[in-house]
């Protein structure tokens, strides 16, 4: 079993910045990948940016530029760093670590923190 305690939301300004965290703990066996999701009322939860075992990343388009994802390989910490935030980046963010099994990948997920921006 994989356990993620996130932290790091809160309420900012239009403009602002937040830096989100992640610590995976427990059974963590062939670590795939290490990222973060969100999720607005009434929309569809959406991948923001993933870094892999590797250290290549992806990124959602609209936050390229602003968003900076980074992992601690021995910590198992997977950061968000959030700068220059819009109200459009409202929402609950998730942490998801995917471990490789037999049958392809298995998702963990966090219980997730609220991150709000005001205009």
């Known amino acids: 079993q994989v356990q993620l305690a996130e932290s790091g939301g809160g309420l900012v300004e239009s403009g602002g910045s937040l830096r989100l965290s992640c610590a995976a703990s427990?059974?963590?066996?062939?670590?795939?990948?290490m990222g973060w999701y969100r999720q607005a009322t009434g929309n569809l939860r959406e991948r923001v940016a993933v870094i892999r075992i590797g250290m290549s990343t992806i990124y959602e388009d609209s936050v390229k530029g602003r968003f900076t994802i980074s992992r601690d390989s021995a910590k198992n910490t997977v950061y968000l760093q959030m700068d220059n935030l819009q109200p459009e980046d409202t929402g609950v963010y998730y942490c998801c670590v995917e471990t490789k099994v037999a049958a392809g990948y298995r998702s963990h997920w966090g219980q997730g923190t609220q991150v709000t921006v005001s205009s």
């Open positions: 427990g059974n963590i066996v062939d670590l795939h990948s």
